[in-house]
């Protein structure tokens, strides 16, 4: 599972989401806004846009931070094992 830490009028966050757009891998990722959650925005209020993937078993979890383009964030995926884009 792909999570998206975002916050509503974030232009950065968008971007974040149009790269996953890019890499066909869009419909993988559940956006979050952490302004509603007191404990996410005290962990990604001043980082956001954070990408990350947690595997279904939990035994799995990494974080992707902003900044990082088309390169960085495939990089990412293959390092984790994630083929959504394959």
Known sequence: MLTLYSTEGCHLC???FQLTEQLNISHHVNAVD???DDELFSRYGVT???LKFE???GSQ???LNWP???LELNDWLKKNG???NS
């Open 14 to 16: 968008e971007m974040a």
């Open 34 to 36: 952490i302004a509603f």
């Open 48 to 50: 956001i846009p954070v």
């Open 55 to 57: 595997s279904s078993d």
């Open 61 to 63: 979890s990494s974080e």
């Open 68 to 70: 990082f383009g088309l």
């Open 82 to 84: 994630i083929t959504y």
